[in-house]
């Protein structure tokens, strides 16, 4: 299995930007999906978006347009950018890997919060 490493989190005002890293301790092509969640402060974890093992990109409808995800495979990490920051886009952003065999892996997130 392969380890899960988020960073890029921070505090940024609305109307900012964000990039968010996922490494992997080992090959993307451990997975057939790959994705981002969040979870904010009372609230379940939702899926934000994810990409295919072909690099197809889906998103969730109120994230679309504003988040892009990619990867660069030869570095073993999955990127979120998030443009234009809202404060209802605070949340702790979880990056998830599905195996071939239907596991999941989770990383440990990194806390996003948009705040004037």
């Known amino acids: 299995q392969a380890d899960l490493v988020e960073s890029g989190g921070g505090l940024v005002q609305p109307g900012g930007s964000l990039r968010l890293s996922c490494v992997a301790s080992?090959?993307?092509?451990?997975?057939?999906?790959m994705g981002w969640s969040r979870q904010a402060p009372g609230k379940q974890r939702e899926l934000v978006g994810t990409?295919?093992?072909?690099?197809?990109?889906n998103y969730k409808d109120s994230v679309q347009g504003r988040f892009t995800i990619s990867r660069d495979n030869a570095k073993n990490t999955m990127y979120l950018q998030i443009n234009n920051l809202k404060p209802e886009d605070t949340a702790v952003y979880y990056c998830?890997?599905?195996?071939?065999?239907?596991?999941?892996?989770w990383g440990q997130g990194t806390q996003v919060t948009v705040s004037s």
């Open positions: 998830y890997g599905r195996l071939w065999v239907d596991i999941d892996i």
């Open positions: 080992g090959s993307f092509g451990r997975f057939s999906v």
């Open positions: 990409m295919t093992s072909v690099g197809t990109t």
